[in-house]
């Protein structure tokens, strides 16, 4: 009897097991086959097609315009501002008088000086005459002219104190905002007023040291700055570094631009270009259609497939950048269609439908110029 119960309940037992299995088994299998029948979606993108441009040789990179002469002038002696020559921000001319400190004391001085001279030297047109006749030494009108070369000295000396006191441009500039008011006790050394000059204005930036031999002195080059968005500045290489620094590998370079209406100012920043030769035909593509890995870089070529697109990766080896367009030097042909967004979407043989829509279509401008906000 007891047999038969277990005999049972193994049956029951294994009829449930199985129904439970199968009912997973049935399904999986209704499960894979959704999956595999379901229809794959389609993805918007935007094409391009594989362009050849003619590429002008050239070298980016970026600067800073320094003056060719600027300077902060500080007092050399010490006294009362006595009176200020020049408003901020006016154009000077060298040698022109800036400041007068209190001469006062030292003009007194200098008559006392003078004075000294005079008499010195009317001692010693009497004493010459009396050396022939042997009244008196030679040693003596020797003397005399001593003191005539003490009296000089003595009123050189002041005459530079008097001048030192009187601040002058030392060169052709523009002034900036002073420092001082009148009346105020000014010390040796305090900064009285910058002066910089602006024509012409020297540029200075760097080259990596692999492009040192396509850079000489005399060389014509461009700049670009961000206050004048639609205006190209022309200058020359005068100067180029004799050492290359360690720690970046690079060497500064000093260039020449003519600055006649001052547009533009020390301390502004420039995007230079400098020509490398004659220009060449290239390949190219716009960069947003490039899927940049450590492994190489992808494309994605468009195929019709009947009445239907699809997409196949394109291994590619890619050249120079410029501006919104990079160079394609092998993998892709003049003609082939590429997605140029919605990479991210995308894999091998997806399909695929082109978005036309213009505003949504990535930029292909070699010398793009964004706004700034």
């Not at 029948?37 to 003619?54: A, R």
């Not at 006016?90 to 008499?119: H, Y």
Request: proline share 5%; glycine share 6%.
């Amino acid at each position: 009897m007891l047999a038969k119960r277990m005999t049972i309940m193994l049956v029951v037992t294994g009829v449930v097991l199985g129904l439970i299995f199968g009912y997973k088994a049935v399904g999986n299998y209704f499960m894979n086959q959704y999956f595999d029948n379901m229809p794959v979606p389609t993805i918007s993108i935007t094409e391009n097609v594989v362009t050849e441009q003619e590429w002008s040789r050239s070298l980016t990179t970026i600067g800073t315009f320094k003056p060719k002469n600027g300077a902060i002038l500080t007092a050399q002696a010490t006294g009362i501002l006595h009176h200020i020559h020049f408003e901020n921000g006016q154009q000077v001319k060298r040698g022109e008088r800036l400041f007068s400190l209190d001469t006062e004391v030292d003009d007194a001085e200098r008559l006392r000086i003078a004075a000294v001279l005079e008499n010195a030297q009317r001692e010693l047109r009497r004493l010459e005459p009396l050396v022939d006749e042997q009244n008196v030494s030679q040693a003596d009108v020797e003397r005399a002219q001593n003191q005539v070369n003490q009296a000089q000295a003595a009123l050189a000396a002041q005459d530079a104190l008097i001048r030192q006191k009187t601040p002058r441009a030392p060169f052709d500039g523009v002034l900036g905002i002073r420092q001082v008011n009148i009346g105020q006790f000014i010390t040796a050394g305090t900064e009285l007023v910058s002066i910089v000059s602006f024509d012409p204005i020297f540029l200075q930036f760097t080259v990596v040291e692999k492009q040192l031999s396509n850079v000489y002195v005399g060389m014509q080059i461009t700049a670009a700055a961000d206050a004048y968005p639609n205006q190209i500045f022309n200058g020359q290489v005068v100067a180029i570094e004799p050492s290359v620094r360690e720690s970046t590998r690079t060497i500064e370079i000093q260039a020449e631009f003519p600055n006649a209406e001052h547009l533009l100012r020390p301390g502004m920043f420039a995007r230079v270009n400098l020509p490398l030769g004659e220009a060449r035909h290239v390949t190219v593509i716009p960069k947003t259609s490039v899927q940049f890995n450590p492994f190489g870089n992808l494309v994605y070529l468009i195929q019709a497939e009947g009445d239907s697109l699809k997409v196949t990766q394109r291994l590619i080896r890619t050249g120079q950048e410029q501006g919104d367009m990079i160079e394609v030097l092998d993998g892709l042909a003049v003609g082939d269609r590429i997605a140029s967004s919605g990479l991210l979407k995308l894999r091998n043989g997806s399909a695929v439908r082109i978005n036309t829509d213009p505003s949504v279509q990535p930029t292909t401008n070699l010398h793009p110029t964004p706004e700034n906000r």
